[in-house]
């Protein structure tokens, strides 16, 4: 009888090891002979590849590659922040105080301006308070004080809320119907907070939620900065007219009732005298900037519209401004 082991042993093997060479794309001549089976495997492994085309070959002259150098190395300058240290963010609103204290006015509304953040000038108030005053209710997160003067007998309130630039707060004090005190007494009342804020370590936990209501921000308007005001629009206006006047910008025009106001940013020497007044030679100056006044809603937006090719951005006249509001 055949043995069948002894006779297919060859043929199984033989198959096996042509189809694992076949995966691997190289060319194998099998021999077999008595059942014995020889393999000679091919001395080129990429003949093939050699045969469907030409080599590449490279230039021996680099120079001829051009190099893209889309993210240089910067070179080593010296450094302006020290190791370790964080570096702050571009301040939007000035937050540099010198603790100043004013009774301003606008119509017949009388407020107080302190720069001092509300958390701080909170407890400044209760202070003065606490002298021939009763404190009938107080509620710290809405800014908001209910006393009576023990000797008139005489109901009132006051109102602190954040002020247009950083750090700054406004004290408002009216009587039941809404309307100012006797300026005497706001006369009193910033008497004590320029006499003891100097140096003044209190700071109301309880008011802490007031210095997040600022009343102006950076918003974007047609890509353009702008600033957006919690307020009403002559409130607006006089805040702009103020910070205007501070700054070295010339006035050309300027128009309440159609709520624009047109700079030049040249010639920065005019006095204010003939910036507020106007003179002939601000008819024949050109105009670089015009600032524009829309309200929406309850708050007023300022817009900055470039007329020239002036190379000053409107970056630098929001910080020049920033710098005097209040």
């Known amino acids: 009888m055949?043995?069948?082991v002894k006779f297919y042993k060859p043929i199984v093997i033989c198959s096996l090891l042509i189809s694992s060479c076949s995966t691997t794309n190289q060319l194998v001549t099998v021999e077999c002979s008595e059942g014995r089976c020889e393999f000679e495997g091919r001395e080129n492994q990429n003949e093939r590849l050699d045969k469907e085309g030409e080599k590449l070959e490279l230039p021996n002259d680099n120079s001829a590659i051009e190099i893209s150098n889309d993210f240089p190395i910067p070179e080593e300058s010296q450094a302006l922040i020290r190791t370790g240290e964080v570096p702050r963010p571009?301040?939007?609103f000035s937050s540099q105080g010198s603790e100043t204290v004013e009774?301003?006015?606008?119509?017949?509304?009388?407020?107080i301006y302190a720069e001092s953040l509300p958390s701080k000038t909170w407890p400044l108030i209760k202070d003065f308070l606490a002298?021939?005053?009763?404190l009938v209710e107080e509620s710290p997160s809405e800014g908001m004080i209910s006393s009576q003067n023990l000797s008139s007998g005489e109901n009132f309130y006051i109102r602190l809320e954040h002020g247009?630039?950083?750090?700054?707060?406004?004290v408002y004090l009216i009587d039941q119907n809404n309307n100012s005190l006797d300026i005497s007494f706001f006369e009193s009342v910033a008497g004590y907070i320029s006499e003891n804020l100097p140096g003044y370590e209190g700071n109301s936990i309880a008011a802490q939620s007031l210095n997040l209501n600022k009343k102006a921000r950076?918003?974007?308007v047609r890509k353009e900065i702008g600033i957006e005001f919690r307020l009403g629009y002559e409130r607006a206006w006089s805040?702009?007219?103020r910070a205007v006047e501070k700054s070295d910008f010339r006035v050309i025009d300027r128009n309440r009732e159609l709520r624009y106001i047109q700079l030049s940013l040249n010639n920065p020497s005019t006095t204010r005298f003939f910036n507020f007044f106007g003179s002939p030679e601000e008819n024949n100056a050109d105009v670089d900037y015009e600032?524009?006044?829309?309200?929406?809603?309850?708050?007023?937006l300022l817009e900055f519209k470039k007329v020239s090719d002036t190379a000053v951005s409107v970056n630098e006249i929001v910080d020049e401004i920033n710098e005097n509001l209040s």
């Open 131 to 134: 002298n021939g005053f009763s």
């Open 218 to 220: 950076i918003v974007y």
């Open 103 to 111: 009774i301003r006015r606008l119509g017949e509304i009388y407020w």
């Open 239 to 241: 805040a702009i007219s």
């Open 164 to 170: 247009i630039k950083n750090n700054s707060s406004e």
């Open 291 to 300: 600032l524009t006044f829309t309200t929406v809603g309850e708050n007023t």
């Open 2 to 4: 055949i043995d069948f």
């Open 90 to 92: 571009k301040k939007i």
